[in-house]
């Protein structure tokens, strides 16, 4: 069965950094297309960036040119290096792979930016 767990999660001082992990089992790891979302209290759950089989990025509007997503295929993990973080940027952090009509997620980490 498809897991995914992610890891890397805590509290940050604005303008500092963090760096998620998410290691992921029972999938070809190399062709799939993962992503991550978060979902900060009271509100809907958004993407974040994801990165396609070949290494192409996509990134939000509000994550672009602070966060960068990166995977190594060999250790079927996925990263979200997250540089100057706001505190706006406090939300869970899922791990998200769609395998033909299924969806799966981790159980996310939480990222605290707060002075």
């Known amino acids: 069965q498809v897991q995914l767990v992610e890891s890397g999660g805590g509290l940050v001082q604005p303008g500092g950094s963090l760096r998620l992990s998410c290691a992921a089992s029972?999938?070809?790891?190399?062709?799939?297309?993962m992503r991550w979302y978060r979902q900060a209290p009271g509100k809907q759950r958004e993407l974040v960036a994801n990165?396609?089989?070949?290494?192409?990025?996509v990134y939000a509007d509000p994550v672009k040119g602070r966060f960068t997503v990166s995977k190594d295929n060999a250790k079927n993990t996925v990263y979200l290096q997250m540089n100057s973080l706001k505190p706006e940027d406090t939300a869970t952090y899922y791990c998200?792979?769609?395998?033909?009509?299924?969806?799966?997620w981790g159980k996310g980490t939480l990222v605290t930016v707060s002075s």
């Open positions: 998200n792979v769609k395998v033909l009509s299924n969806d799966y």
């Open positions: 990165i396609g089989p070949g290494g192409s990025t």
């Open positions: 029972g999938i070809i790891f190399s062709i799939r297309t």
